[in-house]
């Protein structure tokens, strides 16, 4: 079992919709969790941190957390073209600045 | 403020040789971390810096290297290249004075052997 999983997709959306990316871990001690998003040929983004449980919104994007579960997950309201890239999600124990990264969900958003 | 910088951006190398990547952090941060994209394998961690000292380390072999300076800039060395060292590089940078860990990535360099 991989320790972060994602569906690699392509998940395709239209213009305007919102789109939901979700992901799994394994380990129970992660406690910080993070969204990237990746254009091709491109470095990682940071797009959304979240380390409690529950919903933490930041304009378009709402990333959700439930450690009971442990799933994350991140919303894109209103999504555009542009929001089409690979979005990775990472995760880590506390106090570890090593991220372990799930394999990416590529996303297409048709105009 | 300037971002994470890194150098070479490309680089081509032969199998066998050896090859140190540069990375400048984010102004203030101490932690360093660095880490290789593939297409197969995604992004992996390699290591991780602080104060001069590796903190955490990732599944590599031997062959990858890395130390960090006073002024918090880092480098990694990769020797005896293999085709399978061709990937991205990313190094990264983070404050333990933020909450939480977050991470901020450079640019990359990218490493092709051949």
């Known amino acids: 079992q991989k320790e972060v999983e994602q569906n690699s997709g392509p998940l395709s959306v239209p213009e305007g919709a919102i789109a939901s990316l979700n992901c799994t871990y394994s380990d129970r001690g992660s406690q910080s969790f993070f969204w990237y998003r990746q254009y091709s040929g491109k470095s990682p983004e940071l797009i959304m941190s979240?380390?409690?449980?529950g919903d933490k919104e930041d304009g378009r994007f709402t990333a959700q957390l439930n450690k009971a579960s442990q799933y994350v997950s991140l919303l894109i309201r209103d999504s555009q073209p542009s929001d089409s890239a690979t979005y990775l999600c990472?995760?880590?124990?506390?106090?570890?600045?090593?991220?372990?990264f799930g394999s990416g969900t590529r996303l297409q958003v048709q105009p | 403020k300037a971002g994470v910088t890194q150098t070479p951006r490309y680089l081509i190398k032969t199998r066998g040789q050896q090859v140190t990547l540069s990375c400048s952090p984010i102004?203030?941060?101490?932690?360093v971390s660095w880490y290789q994209q593939t297409p197969g394998q995604g992004l992996q961690f390699l290591f991780e810096?602080?104060?001069?000292?590796?903190?955490n380390k990732g599944n590599f072999p031997g062959r990858f290297s890395g130390r960090q300076f006073s002024n918090s800039r880092s480098e990694m060395n990769v020797s005896t290249l293999e085709l399978g060292d061709s990937a991205l590089y990313l190094c990264?940078?983070?404050?333990?004075?933020?909450?939480?860990?977050?991470?901020?990535f450079g640019e990359g360099s990218w490493l092709t052997v051949v």
């Open positions: 990264a940078s983070s404050s333990d004075s933020e909450s939480g860990n977050t991470i901020y």
């Open positions: 979240i380390y409690s449980n």
């Open positions: 102004s203030g941060h101490r932690s």
């Open positions: 810096y602080f104060s001069e000292t590796q903190r």
């Open positions: 990472a995760v880590s124990l506390t106090g570890r600045r090593a991220l372990t």
